[in-house]
């Protein structure tokens, strides 16, 4: 899977996806984690490779500001403690995204909130 086409359709930010945006006439871009998303793994895995999508998917947007907005990946885990940490994460990515976009003037137009 890892070396399909397809996967490197869906992890390209940069070149292709924007000349395919350009090509059809997309302004703005919604990204997010695809399925199976983090639901079926242990909740220690789930925080950490929700916290990496969420990562790269703010790396994605601040790369390409006004192009992209995105979805954080959340993780439901078990615990109470992985839970509070991974709500915290959370909030900070949106944080993240929100301040990325009113940098831009996009936080309206986009549903971000004031």
């Not at 947007?61 to 991974?86: F, K, W």
């Amino acid at each position: 899977m890892l070396g399909s086409p397809i996967y490197s359709v869906l992890n390209d930010t940069n070149h292709a996806r924007l000349e395919h945006l350009d090509r059809d006439g997309v302004e703005v871009h919604l990204l997010s984690l695809t399925p199976p998303g983090v639901q079926m793994f242990h909740a220690d895995t789930a925080c950490a490779i929700a916290s990496l999508a969420n990562d790269r998917m703010v790396e994605a947007i601040a790369r390409h500001r006004g192009r992209y907005a995105g979805l954080a990946a959340v993780a439901r885990p078990r615990r109470r403690g992985a839970e509070q940490v991974q709500s915290l994460k959370l909030a900070d990515a949106f944080l993240r995204l929100q301040r990325a976009a009113r940098s831009e003037g996009r936080g309206a137009s986009h549903g971000l909130p004031g």
